[in-house]
């Protein structure tokens, strides 16, 4: 069956990247583990040994039902669905565990993929994925890189990220068009410990982020606080006036948001 672009149908033939993938997600014979876009199966066929539970997420159709054919029910469990439908919380897990998630993503989702995924986070402990590389470096970076931004901080409020290994376009076929890296995401949310009410914090680092050439203060002013306001509480935060958010770590994003909460 020939790959289907639209879908990122990249699929991996290195056997050793195999390996490394199911060895970085660590020790999953009594967890439930959710693979995300299985393919033709390769990383699959790795998991279905070693996981207490196996479920695998793929939307092509021809695919799904040649993964049911090849494996028993006992061993997959294959879901015909889009990912960005899948209720990760709704997947029965005895009382107290967490799932771990699993994929070599289709890059024409991902972002969508890790927002959902930072959605789902009280039903996770644990994803190792395959992204574009450029991907991954923004989602790993600290403040002062060039790559740290908004989905940096939105990705890490969720729990830290490592960079683990990165695969050249031929380590796939058909060979995408970009280099892809493996990053591991341990789910452990920073809301509760940073003070910060998530449905507020989030929205405050995009008007933070807004536009890359401009100060915090002007990237704030143009989202509608008034001036006086966002140098009081900048001031109040010990945050130099010029600064940029891509200069800030999540700690000082936080101290200002909850400074601009102070009526
Ligand atoms: N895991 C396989 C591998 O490593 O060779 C395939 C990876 S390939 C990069 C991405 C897979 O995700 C494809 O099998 C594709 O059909 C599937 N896919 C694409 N969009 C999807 C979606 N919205 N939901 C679930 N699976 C999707």
């Known amino acids: 069956m020939p790959a289907k672009p639209k879908l990122g149908q990249n699929f991996l033939n290195d ?16 967890a439930t583990v959710v693979e995300i876009g299985p393919g033709r199966g390769v990383l699959t066929h790795a998991l279905a040994p070693r996981a207490g539970n196996l479920i695998a997420i793929e939307l092509d159709q021809q695919l799904a039902s040649q993964l049911r054919a090849e494996f028993s029910s006992e061993s997959l469990t294959v879901v015909n669905q889009d990912v960005l439908e899948f209720d990760f919380s709704a997947v029965p897990v005895e009382e107290g565990k967490r799932l771990v998630v699993v994929g070599n993503l289709p890059y024409y989702i991902t972002s969508p993929i890790l927002l959902k995924l930072a959605a789902s986070h009280t039903a996770l402990d ?85 536009q890359k050439r401009k100060t915090l203060a002007n990237n704030l002013r143009a989202a509608g606080i008034a001036p006086e306001i966002v140098v009081q509480a900048m001031t109040n935060a010990g945050i130099e006036p010029q600064s940029r958010a891509e200069a800030l770590p999540i700690e000082a994003l936080a101290e200002l948001w909850k400074r601009l909460q102070v009526k």
């Open 15 to 30: 056997a050793q990247a195999v390996q490394r993938i199911v060895t970085a997600l660590g020790d999953c014979s009594y």
């Open 126 to 210: 644990r994803a190792v994925l395959m992204l574009q590389r450029e991907v991954a470096d923004r989602v790993a970076a600290g403040p002062g890189s060039r790559d740290y931004g908004l989905l940096s901080v939105t990705v890490q409020m969720y729990g830290p990220v490592e960079r683990l290994f990165t695969l050249p376009p031929g380590a796939f076929s058909p060979p995408p068009d970009v280099h892809s890296t493996v990053v591991r995401w341990r789910f452990a949310p920073r809301f509760h410990s940073l003070g910060l009410d998530e449905t507020g914090f989030l929205p405050f680092v995009r008007k933070a982020f807004a």
